[in-house]
């Protein structure tokens, strides 16, 4: 199944035109599966998300994106507690007792590939494919995520309605929650996929 795993809304990510339900209605109309929401910094709150899961009959996952010392980090299994940390260690160490898991979002956007032994100790893989990134970018990203434990994600980082469903993640195994989000991601069962322009 289809799932993009990096989307921003309105109003928890203050840089998107994004309203949530025109963002579920997108995904879906282009043939994705689920979406999780990564807003910057800021979690939903688990009922409202069910919420929007339930009104729109869609599958919204929540995840987060966290703006730390090594850049922009994707955060999944980290659905309660803060969602603002000063270092990707500080963020580390509570995913580790969330049991939640983090990727390097965007790694070759600034030009610069961000790689140091902490890189590898904090992050399960990278952001293979961002729909936003350019194809050089991506393709810098996706030979990155070859150094790391898991296969890299893909995501789209929409902000914008043209951006929705660029890309997303394949999971091979079945998705429902954020539970099951975070176990199929733990088994490496997925790749990232570039899906349209
Ligand atoms: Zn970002
Ligand atoms: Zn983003």
Redesign the pocket.
Known sequence: MLIDL?C?TLPLSQCSSLRPEELVDLARERGLDGICL?E?DALWEEQERTELARRTGFLVLGGV?LTTDMG?VLAFGLSSGSATFASAGSAFAAAQTAGGLLYL?HPARDGLLRVSHETVEYFESVEAVNGSDTRLQNLAATGLAHGFRLPGIGGS?AHTATEVGRAATRFAVPVADEASLVAALRSGQYEAVHLRD
């Open positions: 990096h921003h990564t910057h994106e922009h979002a980082d």
